[in-house]
């Protein structure tokens, strides 16, 4: 069974930093590239980051460019997301996914990010 189990969410001030953790199971996941993926309230899901299986290739939405870091450890089974300068728009649910994280991917439960003052 495919698990993606987030964690590292919370409340934090504009300006802060988080780190979210994704430890995932049930499949080869050192062969897969892997996304994260927010949803914030009453709006559509958006990819924020993506990277591919060893790590060497990945993208960012315009949005996060410069303020976010993606990676993973293939040997811990976990993909990362370093979130640095957090500003209030950031607030949303975080989902670790499969792939693109599109509706046929895998996702996990969510974290939840507060930025606020």
């Known amino acids: 069974e495919v698990q993606l189990v987030e964690s590292g969410g919370g409340l934090v001030q504009p300006g802060g930093s988080l780190r979210l953790s994704c430890a995932a199971s049930?499949?080869?996941?050192?062969?897969?590239?892997m996304s994260w993926v927010r949803q914030a309230p009453v709006k559509g899901p958006k990819r924020v980051s993506t990277?591919?299986?060893?790590?060497?290739?990945?993208y960012y939405a315009d949005s996060v460019k410069s303020r976010f870091t993606i990676f993973r450890d293939n040997a811990k089974n976990t993909l990362y997301l370093q979130m640095n300068s957090l500003e209030p728009d950031d607030s949303a649910i975080y989902y670790c996914t499969t792939c693109y994280g599109l509706e046929s991917d895998y996702w996990g439960q969510g974290t939840q990010v507060t930025v606020s003052s």
């Open positions: 049930g499949f080869t996941f050192g062969s897969y590239l």
């Open positions: 990277i591919n299986s060893d790590g060497g290739s990945t």
